[in-house]
């Protein structure tokens, strides 16, 4: 028994430094997942309004969340921790990138983009997915974006929550291609939803935001395949 206790507590042990890695390095790498801004959007799907816009944009996350659940198509975006599968690291960071350019991009489409730049709206986005709620940009406390010692490691603790709460879902190399898909699908239908209720109470008129400038973009953007 006490063999199979220590395995149990090695097994935690290994399973929390892999989502503490996976954290820091989607804290890292957040800032250059490829935002498309208001104006990008409305070319792209000419003739809608911001609801239809959004169902588009939720049912194409939903369509990519379930390909990485099948076990196809988006490549991790980030290195494999230790102590912790290839298939789940890159399972957890593919859906993780997924959500939080659908989580900037709602945010577009209802005039919510939160200020600042690159890397501190990536901040106000990572904060957003953890908690899975819209960003309020007429309180400043909800877009903190200073990424100091402090606010790294709640924000790294708030991530490793947020990665352990759908630990379950995300394992389809394990439960199988076509229930992983199903979970996936739902999973971030579901918290595109809880999103899109928040912003929508805080909506901008449709015309006014004909005058928001352009989205500043990465550098160096990852490559998502959608």
Do not use: C
């Not at 990665?163 to 996936?184: C, D, H, K, T, W």
Request: positive net charge.
């Amino acid at each position: 028994m006490d063999a199979v206790r220590r395995g149990v507590q090695k097994g935690r042990q290994g399973a929390r430094a892999g989502l503490s890695h996976l954290a820091d390095r989607l804290i890292d790498n957040a800032p250059r997942v490829p935002v498309r801004d208001l104006a990008t959007l409305r070319r792209q799907f000419p003739g809608l309004g911001p609801e239809q816009l959004a169902d588009k944009l939720i049912a194409g996350a939903a369509n990519a969340t379930s390909t990485v659940g099948a076990g196809v198509g988006v490549a991790a975006m980030l290195p494999v921790p230790p102590a912790m599968p290839a298939e789940l690291a890159a399972e957890i960071t593919g859906v993780a990138a997924i959500e939080l350019k659908l989580i900037a991009e709602l945010h577009e489409v209802y005039g919510q983009r939160p200020p600042g730049n690159v890397r501190q709206r990536a901040t106000a986005y990572l904060t957003s997915w953890t908690e899975e709620r819209g960003i309020d940009v007429t309180k400043p406390a909800t877009v903190n974006a200073a990424l100091g010692g402090g606010m790294k490691r709640q924000l790294r603790h708030q991530i490793m929550k947020r990665m352990a709460r759908n630990l379950p879902n995300l394992m389809p190399f394990m439960v199988g291609a076509a229930v992983g898909a199903v979970m996936n699908r739902r999973d971030t239908k579901k918290l595109a939803e809880h999103i899109r209720a928040d912003l929508r109470r805080r909506q901008v008129p449709w015309d006014a935001l004909a005058e928001l400038p352009p989205l500043d973009q990465p550098e160096n953007p990852k490559e998502l395949g959608f």
